[in-house]
């Protein structure tokens, strides 16, 4: 059986918000809430490709203290922007 887009949503915000840092935590909760439900699939599957990413890396990316990888970029700028209010 596949998953719904409902449960899909769902999960990926529950990984959103339960990520090991706190810091984390807050920057990919304001974030899932405010894009999740306008991602289309393909979107998705590289939020969900990204939230495998390690909480350190993630946030030294999304700080700008280091850069982002390229195939993360555009994904990591957005996070950046939105959930940081940059």
Partial sequence: MSETPEHR????????????????DIILMRYSEARL???????????????????????????GQRPAPDALRGLIDDIAATACNR
């Fill in 37 to 63: 439900a306008q991602m289309d699939a393909a979107q998705l599957d590289a939020y969900e490709a990204l939230l495998e990413e390690n909480d350190q890396d993630l946030y030294q990316w999304v700080s």
């Fill in 9 to 24: 949503l769902k999960r990926l915000s529950m990984r959103s918000m339960r990520r090991g840092i706190k810091e984390m």
